[in-house]
């Protein structure tokens, strides 16, 4: 979602909890794949605000009650409740750079930020895909600074590739933001 994926991400994503997850995902509630549901109601017993009932044998999440916790995600059996991937997507790199200096905030001069830059692939690998590789690998780098370890590692990608695989691969989003 954000394009690209580095320190900044890691950081910011890595360290959040899982309603911090959702929360920069998506602005809105998860939302329930109606064919993929079986009306277990793993997610009505998991939801911890009894925003989730069944109606017409479906799960139906409530988004006034909703906080976001993702609790009814991981309990579902038939990944029938997922992130609204379409929803968020703008914001997200705000969002993530938000988690990651509030992460960051009292440690200056304690941090280093490691970036493996191999088995580049399109998709995060948060997505537990084998996907192919888009970039030769380039290595590791180190720095004491999350940006300037992110736009090192970008900038290295680019040249291998000789073009902007990022913006090649997610026309729709700004990889640098």
Known sequence: MTGFGGALKNLGMGCASRRGKLTQHSDLSPVVYKKKCMACSECVRGCPVKAINLKDKKAVIDEEKCIGCATCIA???YTAIDVNWESGGDSLPEKMSEY???VMQGKKGKLAFLNFAIKITK??????KDDPRVSPDIGMLAADDPVSIDKASFDLVVKAC????FEELHPHRDSLR
């Open 75 to 77: 309990v579902c059996p």
């Open 162 to 165: 000789g073009r902007d695989i």
């Open 123 to 128: 998709e995060c690998d948060c997505l537990a």
């Open 100 to 102: 990651a200096l509030a």
